[in-house]
């Protein structure tokens, strides 16, 4: 659907802007919070480095 692929879009968009602050060391840290679906595809588009992050239930469903 379209919504959908915009969804897509966009995590894509974060994902990228996102990988480029941590290489250039922009954070020690990092959290995120998003509807569970959504966050799921910041997930499936990140590089390990970043996806390697934190993002348990007991953190609320967050990337810190």
């Keep these: 659907s379209p ?3 915009a ?3 966009f995590s ?3 994902t990228e802007y ?10 020690a840290s990092l959290t ?5 679906h959504f966050l799921g595809k ?3 588009s990140m590089k390990p480095e970043l ?3 934190d993002c348990t239930p007991e ?5 810190s």
């Design 18 to 27: 996102l990988e480029k602050a941590q290489e250039k060391r922009d954070f």
């Design 32 to 36: 995120v919070a998003a509807e569970p």
């Design 42 to 44: 910041l997930k499936s």
């Design 3 to 5: 919504h959908e692929q």
């Design 51 to 53: 996806n390697n992050m």
């Design 12 to 14: 894509r968009k974060v």
């Design 7 to 9: 969804a897509v879009q």
């Design 59 to 63: 953190t609320g469903g967050f990337l």
